[in-house]
């Protein structure tokens, strides 16, 4: 099962619609830039490797779709489409990352390639990227599941699994491939609000694979932290900056726990999320909706109009992080030994 793909007989992206989880399991279509961003922004399709797919797919999208039949109108239209999945949103850099591969993909031809050239190269570098993800989240998973040991209970915060991903996934990644080598893990899923990636994603695809899960609200994982049921903390990222990780809000509150209790806190995370030329100030958060908070479907959970303050990730300053799961090995922070990507 792939979160996203290219659907050729429609020259569309096909996404699983993660809004709708964990009541159904719907596919959708997406033909148009404005719908991807819609997708994008609505997280029908969320987590950061999934996003860079999502954005490489994109590339090819505007490619396929454009009616240019000069290549240098067809690049003209691709770059304006690029610039606008991009601006999609603003935390991952995994996005920008993958639109920016199939952009210079097609850049590298350009002089001596047609316009279905350029086409099927923006492509092909996206059906690249997306397979390179589940490859890579394989290889990160085997690296990680060295530090698991049988028996093992993991704390963990959002969703970084199959659903953030094209497969298999970065944290709970990590726990499969344990899992796959006989050890026996369990793991407490904090629901992540304000929109539940925790217990309507995370806690559905451990159910799925028979993973022993056990659901969790956000503000419950200091106690039971102190109780001794913690091993250790595995949860993904969004960017990875020279002094901080960038993940889910609330990821911070668990690293300081973590660290209160003696609890190893570590970051799955592929080589395509660092952004090591970039420090934690110069990042952008997003800030959501105030009714993420407000309300809750149809139900209104506080007044109207009380102000709310919705950042959708917070930053972990590096030196609360044990180490950081990678497909090339773990990275003991502030050892980092590659410049960037
Ligand atoms: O807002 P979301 O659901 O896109 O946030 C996702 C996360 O914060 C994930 O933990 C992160 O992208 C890592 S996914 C492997």
């Known amino acids: 099962m792939r979160t996203i793909w290219w659907d050729a007989e429609s020259r569309a992206v096909g996404m699983i619609d993660q809004t709708h989880l964990p009541e159904r399991l719907e596919d959708i279509l997406v033909g148009s830039i404005d719908g991807l961003c819609e997708a994008i922004q609505s997280l029908r399709v969320r987590g950061a490797p999934a996003l860079g797919a999502a954005g490489a797919y994109g590339v090819a999208l505007a490619a396929a779709r454009s009616g240019a039949t000069d290549p ?65 989240n394989k290889a990160l998973g085997e690296v990680g599941a060295s530090l698991l040991e049988d028996g093992d209970v993991v704390l963990t915060h959002c969703n970084a699994g199959r659903l953030a991903c094209v497969d298999w996934g970065t944290a709970l990644g990590v726990i499969r491939s344990a899992v796959a080598q006989g050890k026996k893990i369990s793991v407490y899923a904090c629901e992540t609000r304000p929109l539940f990636q925790g217990s309507r994603l995370t806690a559905w695809e451990l159910s799925e694979d028979n993973i022993p899960v056990t659901l969790i609200c956000d503000s419950m994982a200091g106690m039971i932290m102190r109780q001794g049921k913690i091993d250790k903390v595995i949860v993904g990222a969004d960017r990875i900056t020279k002094d901080a990780v960038f993940n889910k809000i609330g990821t911070y509150t668990h690293a300081v726990l973590a660290k209160a209790h003696g609890i190893p806190f570590y970051v799955a995370a592929p080589i395509s999320t660092f952004d090591l030329a970039h420090s934690e100030e110069e990042v952008e958060i997003e800030e959501r909706g105030a009714d993420e908070i407000r309300r809750l479907g149809d139900r209104q959970l506080a007044p109207p109009e009380v102000r709310v303050y ?26 980092i030994p590659f410049k960037n990507r």
């Open 310 to 335: 919705n950042p959708a990730f917070d930053a972990t300053p590096i030196d609360l992080v044990t180490g950081i799961i990678t497909e090339r090995g773990i990275y003991r922070p502030p050892e």
């Open 72 to 136: 240098a109108a067809l690049l003209d239209d691709v770059r304006e489409a690029a610039g606008v999945i991009r601006a999609a949103r603003p935390t991952a850099v995994n996005l920008s990352w993958g639109v920016d591969r199939a952009v210079k993909a097609i850049d590298e031809i350009k002089e001596s390639a047609d316009a279905d050239e350029i086409r099927a190269a923006a492509l092909a570098e996206a059906e690249l990227i997306a397979g390179e993800d589940v490859s890579i």
